[in-house]
C-alpha cells in the first residue's frame, strides 16, 4: 500500500447512525456497575517517540521494555457511563483483544497488556471530541459527530486501521506497533468518522477521499498537540510529521513519519491518483491556515467549512467552500489568508 500501514476506508452512503448503548445500569457481563464518571489511568501522549524524542525506539515483539516508563503520563478518563467498562458519551470499546478492561482504575497497564491500547483508543477518541467541543462545535456551532463511536480493538489481524459507516465502527489493527498505541493513529481514524457524520458519504471522488485522508492527519495533529500541551507532554519531533510511533516498524528515515502536512507538493503536478499521496497537498494547506491563523480559528474554520463539502468534492470546491467559511465567520483579511494557503498549493 502506498505510502502508509493505515488505510482509511470511508464507505458509501451513511445510514442512521447506531444508538450508543448504556451499560451503567448492569455493568455488563454481569458484573455490577461502578457508578464512576472518570477513572484515573496511562496513556501515551501521543506516542513515545514524540514524547521522547527518541527516533531508535522499535516495537521489540510488543515488550514492556521497548518504550521507557517516562513515556507513560497520568490521564484521567472521561464522560464513562458508569457501567465500569471503556464505555461513555463519545466512544465505546465493543470488542477487542484480551480482557476487556473494568473497574474503578487506576487503569496502569504497559504496553504489552491488551488492555492499554482499550484505554488509549478510549481516551484518545473521547479527547478528540472534547477538543471539537471546546472550539464551540455543539454550542455556537453545530454539533459535530457528538454521538458514541464504537470501536474494536487490535482484532484485526494486519498492521492497518479504517473507519466503517454502516454500521458506523473503527477498527485498529495490530502487527508491527499496535494501531492503538499511537494516539495520531487513533485519531486519524476517527477524522474520518467526523467527516462522514458531517457529509454522509464523504469520498466519493478522489479529490474527496485525498481531502478525507488529509483532515484526518491535520485532525490527528492538531488533536494530539493540544491534548499533549495540556497534559504537560512535551512534543520533541517536528509537529506536522504524523504517527511517529507506529511508522517505526515501516519507515528507515529519520525522523519517522508515515505522511507529513508541511510538504511542498503542488497541484496538480505532485497528484498522482492515491488517496493518502495526493491528501498530503490538501493537508500542507491546512497547515499553512494553522500557521497563520493560530490552531484554534484555524480548527474552528477548517471543520465548519466541512458542512458546505459535497460527497464528490473536488480541490478547487472544497477550498472555495472553506474561504466562503472564514469569511463568513472571521471577514475578508482572514480569508484572504485561506485562499493564499490555497493558492499556494496551486488549488486556487
Request: hydrophobic share 40%; with cysteine.
Amino acid at each position: 500500500m502506498a505510502l502508509t500501514a493505515v488505510l482509511s476506508v470511508s464507505l458509501l452512503a451513511a445510514c442512521g447512525r447506531s444508538p450508543s448503548v448504556t451499560l451503567a445500569a448492569q455493568g455488563g457481563n454481569g458484573k455490577p456497575a461502578t457508578g464512576q464518571t472518570a477513572a484515573a489511568a496511562r496513556a501515551f501522549l501521543p506516542n513515545p517517540v514524540q514524547t521522547t524524542g527518541d527516533e531508535s525506539l522499535t516495537d521489540q515483539k510488543d515488550a514492556a521494555a521497548a518504550v521507557p516508563a517516562s513515556a507513560y503520563y497520568n490521564v484521567t478518563l472521561t464522560n464513562l457511563d458508569g457501567s465500569g467498562y471503556l464505555s461513555g458519551d463519545y466512544a465505546r470499546v465493543v470488542s477487542e483483544t484480551g480482557t476487556p478492561v473494568y473497574g474503578s482504575g487506576p487503569f496502569n497497564f504497559t504496553r504489552d497488556q491488551d488492555q492499554f491500547e482499550q484505554v488509549m483508543a478510549y481516551y484518545w477518541v473521547t479527547e478528540a471530541q472534547k477538543y471539537l467541543q471546546s472550539l464551540g462545535f455543539g454550542t455556537e456551532l453545530p454539533a459535530v459527530h457528538r454521538e458514541q463511536q464504537q470501536i474494536k480493538v487490535s482484532q484485526y489481524g494486519i498492521d492497518n486501521s479504517y473507519q466503517n459507516d454502516h454500521p458506523d465502527i473503527i477498527r485498529y489493527g495490530k502487527g508491527g506497533v499496535d494501531d492503538a498505541e499511537d494516539g495520531e493513529v487513533i485519531v486519524h481514524e476517527y477524522g474520518h468518522a467526523v467527516h462522514n457524520a458531517q457529509v454522509p458519504g464523504f469520498g466519493t471522488s478522489l479529490e474527496a477521499g485525498s481531502i478525507g485522508e488529509a483532515f484526518g492527519d491535520y485532525l490527528a495533529l492538531t488533536v494530539a498537540d493540544a491534548v499533549a500541551r495540556a497534559n504537560g507532554a512535551p512534543v520533541k519531533t517536528p509537529l506536522p510529521c504524523l504517527m511517529d510511533w507506529d511508522s517505526t516498524s515501516y519507515t528507515r528515515t529519520v525522523p519517522h513519519c508515515i505522511r507529513r502536512t508541511d510538504t511542498d507538493k503542488h497541484y496538480p503536478q505532485d497528484v498522482v491518483g492515491e488517496v493518502h499521496a495526493d491528501g498530503e497537498i490538501w493537508s500542507r494547506a491546512l497547515w499553512d491556515i494553522r500557521v497563520a491563523l493560530g490552531a484554534r480559528v484555524a480548527d474552528r474554520i477548517i471543520v465548519n467549512a466541512q458542512f458546505r463539502f459535497a460527497p464528490d468534492t473536488t480541490f478547487a470546491a472544497a477550498a472555495q467552500a472553506t474561504v466562503d467559511t472564514a469569511q463568513a465567520m472571521y471577514g475578508k483579511a482572514v480569508a484572504a489568508t485561506v485562499k493564499k494557503a490555497f493558492a499556494d498549493r496551486g488549488i486556487l
